[in-house]
């Protein structure tokens, strides 16, 4: 259960691990993936019969519902001809190392009654929340507030599945291909572990508040994902969690510019890669769009 729970909400920052009850008329929908092809600024425009791209950018989700389309002409291209993979976690079955990492850093004896952590007029929701779970409340005096919302945060359930994932489907892709890890479980959980208490509390609040939504809310995230909206994505970026800075600046911010290095030597090194992450961090001034822009990259959107 600890497995599938980190698994689903690790790249779901960009819904605020908000997901959607019924995709079956919105997933079948033209897929409109966010593709984008990495050029040198000096060079012409992109040919896709060229062949002549450094690399290529995918904003991915961790988990969909089952029929839900991400697939077209483009991404195919893109998976065919890059030579490297570049995802945030390179091996999603390690099952007992992420629960490994997720424990030691999220648990924590003493820590106050998880009533006391939320406002008080959010105190039985969080207790219809954690009824949803195998967890009982006393069980929250030993994890800290961030991990409690990570817990928490796959009892507001859907049939999004993280089998049906982008970054999954992709390792498959590349099982014969080199694949590089720009981050991994453990600095993905130092990410969250390194929040102030207050800005963990506020977190904790989100997925309660989350909790509550009604169908439209929780569908938007994904419906938006599948539609290729880069301002939509943009908007939900600031939003629930992420509305906090110092939970969007750990979370997106930080971890962007610490990947950007790794990015760049791969396409300094000829590579060619397809580098595949969450679908927040490539949009909107701090995204990987807008810093490889910044370093002289063109970087085009392809259809």
Known sequence: MLRTAILGLLACLVAACGQPDDHKNKSREPANPLLWEIARADQPGPDPQAGEAMGWLLGTIHALPDDAQWRTRSTDRAIAEAD???????????????????????????????????????RGQLADLIDETSYRLDDFERIESWGAALILAQAIGTDAK??????????????????????????????????????????????????????????????????????????????????????????????????LPQIEALLADGSRPLIAVGAA???????????????????????
């Open 84 to 122: 490297v993979l570049a995802v945030e976690i390179a091996d999603l079955g390690d099952g007992g190392g992420v629960s490994s990492a997720f424990l030691s850093l999220a648990y924590s004896a003493g820590q106050p009654a998880l009533t006391a952590r939320v406002p008080a007029a959010q």
């Open 281 to 303: 961090h490539m949009v909107g001034e701090d995204g990987l769009v807008a810093l490889l822009e910044a370093n002289g990259y063109r970087v085009t959107r392809m259809r």
């Open 162 to 259: 993280s089998a049906n994932g982008i970054d999954r489907a992709l390792l498959r892709d590349f099982a014969s291909r080199r694949v590089v890890e720009l981050e991994g479980a453990r600095a993905q959980f130092e990410a969250f572990d390194g929040l102030s208490e207050g800005a963990q509390r506020a977190m904790l609040a989100a997925i309660v508040e989350e909790s509550q939504s009604d169908k439209e809310a929780l569908e938007r995230p994904i419906r938006v994902y599948l539609a290729g909206d880069e301002a939509g994505l943009e908007k939900l970026s600031y939003e629930g969690m992420l509305a906090n800075s110092e939970i969007r600046n750990a979370l997106l911010t930080r971890r962007n510019a610490s990947w």
